[in-house]
Nanobody, 114 residues
């Protein structure tokens, strides 16, 4: 059974950094496009970044230059390095795996506040 488990969220001051991790199991990881989405209170879930098996990446415009998505196909893990965090980055961040099927993690809270 597919399972995605996120970790690394927390409270950080504006300008700070966090690194999110998502460990996948029960899927052939290298065949999946991996992504990070986020959902702030009262807002729709939005795509933050994706990475293909070949390490091609795509980013939401507002995070370009601040966030970096990466993956380790040997560890079945995808990462999101978030730098220069802003209060508007506050949201629940979800890991996503997509191929013929689509799977979601349970989410991890990121709060950017002084």
């Amino acid at each position: 059974q597919a399972q995605l488990v996120e970790s690394g969220g927390g409270l950080v001051q504006p300008g700070g950094s966090l690194r999110l991790s998502c460990a996948a199991s029960g899927i052939t990881f290298r065949l999946y496009v991996m992504g990070w989405y986020r959902q702030a209170p009262g807002k729709q879930r939005e795509l933050v970044a994706t990475i293909t098996s070949g390490h091609n990446t795509n980013y939401l415009d507002s995070v370009k230059g601040r966030f970096t998505i990466s993956r380790n196909n040997f560890k079945n893990t995808v990462y999101l390095q978030m730098n220069s965090l802003k209060p508007e980055d506050t949201a629940v961040y979800y890991c996503n795996a997509e191929s013929a099927q689509k799977y979601w993690g349970q989410g991890t809270q990121v709060t950017v506040s002084s």
